[in-house]
């Protein structure tokens, strides 16, 4: 629904100064783009952010709270990305954008499927970002992320390892610490085993869908946000997700 | 701060609390609540922010806010006459008491579907006194600087969480230990404005650390249109109202929103 709020302040009040100290809700996509998501999958990917974006940029409760980054595992190794640009390894720039400035990358899918190492990153820019929001002086809600995969963790060669049970342990604690709310989603072809390194990740927020419904998925990210603003309570996040899970729009309801 | 007529309070007094954009679009009631109540010799103005989480905190904002005004009232007019400072720190703790012991007794075994902030200002001659649980907050306007008005935050309760969106409420079972009172004793004290956490950043300006301090351009502006004599008239109170249903304010925060002030009427 289209907000039908009066767009300017009365004249009696025009010459309020704002800061723009909005409270921030940093979210971070973590995404597979390794070969197994070439072809028809990243399409659909680059077209759902795409809209997201869009509906992102209408929404005047989340535009100039939510700060979106994304995070890449696929071609060469792991990346951060501002937006549509690409950051160099370790460059001194906070991936983060807010959501009204957000516009989503071009995203190619080759290589390989450095699952951990990305949620590393992940991590690391969420911590790095609220120091950076608390040293400034603005508040902020629990950070959002979500990994996104239709495989299993691999090496920079290429072969499956058991790296990943490091981040286990870590993960745990993070969660218990209630640093972020990680979202571990499986989708295409993805295994049971697969699915196995999902749940241990996320043991609460993980899902195994058909194909590739990635504009449900930040639809999504989207209610929880918003649930988080309002100070919901983690059943609400559990029905939003399980919803989610089971294909309906609970954020229609 | 006496006016020409004893009988009459000095104070006027007008304020709202409105349904956010994220309510609104979800076709969900206010869950914040303001009321005051006025005598010749005392003034209590009480804010409430309802838990966006409970199912009847929008019940729980206007119980809390109803009970504030006749028990703060109540405990005030009884000893107008106190001294600032420790007694009056006193009498807010046990009008609070009094608050909560009537609240959890009507809401029973669910108060926790009820809950919600609250924030009492009492004005009385010779003192202000001021309580809050969870993240409602005060500015008192007071004394001039170079010719500016000056503005002063009052003191709020610890931050419960890291989150900005986590707090305490009436209800929480230990809420008596995150209750925060103040005792101002300044005849200066012209102005008054409580609000919810809706208006935090809007209200309030943030330091590098997090200090935070009144936004001059907000309070003077709130202030200013309720310093024109008389009684409020329909379009002040319609100025209101869009200011803080503005998708300037919006942006800010997107919860509802909640302005209670007060200015001392002008002495003749």
């Excluded at chain 1, 499986?186 to 699915?195: A, K, L, P, S």
């Excluded at chain 2, 925060?180 to 956490?197: A, K, P, R």
């Excluded at chain 2, 009684?231 to 919006?250: K, M, N, Q, W």
Aim: one cysteine or more.
């Amino acid at each position: 629904m289209h907000s039908d709020y009066p767009p300017t302040l009365p004249a009696e009040y025009a010459d309020i100064e704002f800061e723009n100290n909005a409270q921030r809700l940093p979210l971070v996509l973590c995404l597979d783009i390794s070969s197994s998501m070439a072809g028809q999958p990243i399409q659909t990917l680059n077209n759902a952010l795409a809209e997201w974006t869009r509906e992102l940029h209408d929404d005047v409760s989340l535009s100039y709270s939510v700060e979106v980054a994304v995070v890449t595992f696929g071609g060469n190794g792991v990346a951060a990305w501002r937006g549509p640009q690409l950051l160099a390894p370790r460059a001194p720039v906070s991936p983060f954008v807010p959501a009204h400035m957000f516009r989503p990358p071009q995203l190619a899918a080759a290589g390989v499927t450095l699952m951990t190492e990305a949620l590393e990153l992940s991590m690391h820019i969420v911590a790095a970002r609220k120091a950076e929001l608390r040293a400034s002086g603005l508040q902020y809600y629990r950070p959002q992320i979500c990994l996104v995969t239709d495989g299993l963790p691999t090496d920079a060669t290429g072969h499956l390892t058991d790296s990943w049970h490091r981040l286990v342990p870590v993960l745990a604690d993070e969660q218990r610490a209630r640093r972020f709310r990680l979202y571990a989603i499986g989708v295409g072809g993805i295994t049971d085993r697969g699915e196995q390194v999902l749940q241990s990740f996320a043991p609460k927020f993980n899902a195994r869908l058909q194909g590739f419904p990635f504009r449900e998925l930040l639809q999504m990210m989207s209610a929880s946000a918003n649930a988080e603003q309002k100070g919901a309570g983690d059943e609400v996040f559990e029905k939003i997700f399980s919803q989610f899970k089971t294909q309906r729009p609970a954020w229609e309801s | 701060m006496t006016g020409a007529d004893e009988r009459e309070t000095p104070w006027r007094i007008h304020g709202m609390s409105v349904e956010g954009y994220r309510h609104r679009r979800q076709g969900l009631p206010c869950q914040d609540a303001c009321a005051y109540t006025e005598s010749a010799s005392v003034a209590v103005l009480a804010v409430a922010d309802g838990a966006g989480s409970r199912p009847r905190s929008e019940e729980g904002s206007r119980l809390a806010v109803e009970l504030a005004t006749e028990h703060f009232a109540r405990r005030a007019a009884t000893a107008a006459d106190r001294r600032p400072g420790q007694a009056v720190h006193e009498l807010l703790e046990d009008a609070f008491h009094d608050v909560c012991k009537v609240f959890l007794d009507r809401t029973g075994a669910d108060a926790a579907d009820f809950a919600t902030t609250l924030t009492v200002v009492v004005l009385a001659r010779g003192w202000l006194g001021h309580l809050s649980v969870g993240d409602g907050f005060v500015v008192l306007r007071a004394g001039t600087e170079d010719g500016e008005r000056q503005f002063h935050l009052l003191p709020q309760p610890a931050a419960a969480s890291e989150y900005s969106n986590e707090t305490v409420f009436l209800t929480s079972p230990d809420a008596a230990r995150w209750v925060h009172t103040d005792c101002v004793s300044d005849d200066g004290v012209d102005g008054v404005l409580l609000s919810t956490d809706g208006l935090a950043q809007a209200a309030l300006n943030r330091s590098g650390g997090g200090a935070l301090s009144p936004n001059t351009s907000f309070a003077e502006a709130v202030f200013r249109s309720l310093d024109v004599p008389g009684p409020v008239t329909a379009s002040a109170h319609e100025g209101l109202g869009t200011l803080l249903r503005s998708d300037r304010l919006t942006a800010l925060n997107a919860d509802d929103k909640t302005l209670l002030r007060a200015v001392l009427k002008a002495r003749p």
